[in-house]
């Protein structure tokens, strides 16, 4: 079965800091990859999006960056963090186009 | 851009009443995905539902959409205080640059008092 791992769960980052959020898919193979970010109390924003190795959309022009090194593994980075990043950031995965997300656990960034 | 708002923002009900969450979206979609969210956890998708399909269950869940005025909604028959979550509707677009991307409203708070 496929299974999703993303990490770490919470992280405490302080204004300026790197970032790097790790996720990884396993039991499938060329899944599509998402980042979502969920302000408190609010909807999911669509950050990244990738359909393969190398091939990485970007919805909204941030302070962020994927990279998708493997097949089935997604990183989210940032070379200086924003208080306006804190949020709590979720990885998800698909099939394929028009397929149902299936979503990891996420993690809570607080940037201080 | 996110796609899809729920109506209303917040619902709180009594176990064995029926709750029902209605979703708006603007464009033209492939299909319409509902998913639950406990607190500070990851979503988990319940049912979809295709553009040329009007209706769907699944369990106690029953999903309806009406693509003409872009609008679906969520029945969840015989409530129970399990189901306290908040619910999104998520779309899939069907043309253009954001094909297969999968949008998500604000959500729905959903609390069932025992």
């Known amino acids: 079965s496929q299974t999703i791992h993303q990490w770490p769960a919470t992280l405490v980052q302080p204004v300026g800091s790197p970032l790097s959020l790790e996720c990884t898919v396993e039991g499938t193979s060329n899944p599509n990859l998402y980042w979502y970010r969920q302000a408190a109390g609010r909807g999911l924003q669509l950050l990244f999006y990738?359909?393969?190795?190398?091939?990485i959309s970007s919805e909204v022009p941030q302070n962020l960056s994927a990279s998708r090194p493997q097949d089935r593994q997604f990183i989210l980075s940032s070379k200086k963090l924003l208080l306006s990043d804190s949020g709590f950031y979720l990885c998800a995965w698909s099939e394929g186009n028009n397929s149902p997300l299936h979503f990891g656990n996420g993690t809570r960034l607080t940037v201080t | 851009s996110q796609q899809g708002e729920e109506d209303p923002q917040a619902l709180s009900i009594q176990e064995g009443e029926n709750a029902t969450m209605n979703c708006s979206y603007k464009?033209?979609?492939?299909?319409l995905q509902w998913y639950r969210q406990n607190s500070g956890r990851g979503l988990v998708h319940l049912i979809l539902i295709r553009s040329n399909e009007r209706e769907k269950h699944s369990g106690r869940l029953r999903v309806t959409l009406d693509t003409s005025k872009k609008s679906s909604s969520l029945l969840i028959t015989a409530s129970r205080a399990a189901d306290t979550a908040s619910y999104f509707c998520a779309t899939h677009t069907d043309r253009g640059s954001t094909l297969g991307r999968l949008y998500f409203g604000r959500g729905t708070q959903l609390t069932v008092w025992p």
């Open positions: 990738s359909v393969g190795i190398g091939q």
């Open positions: 464009t033209s979609i492939n299909n």
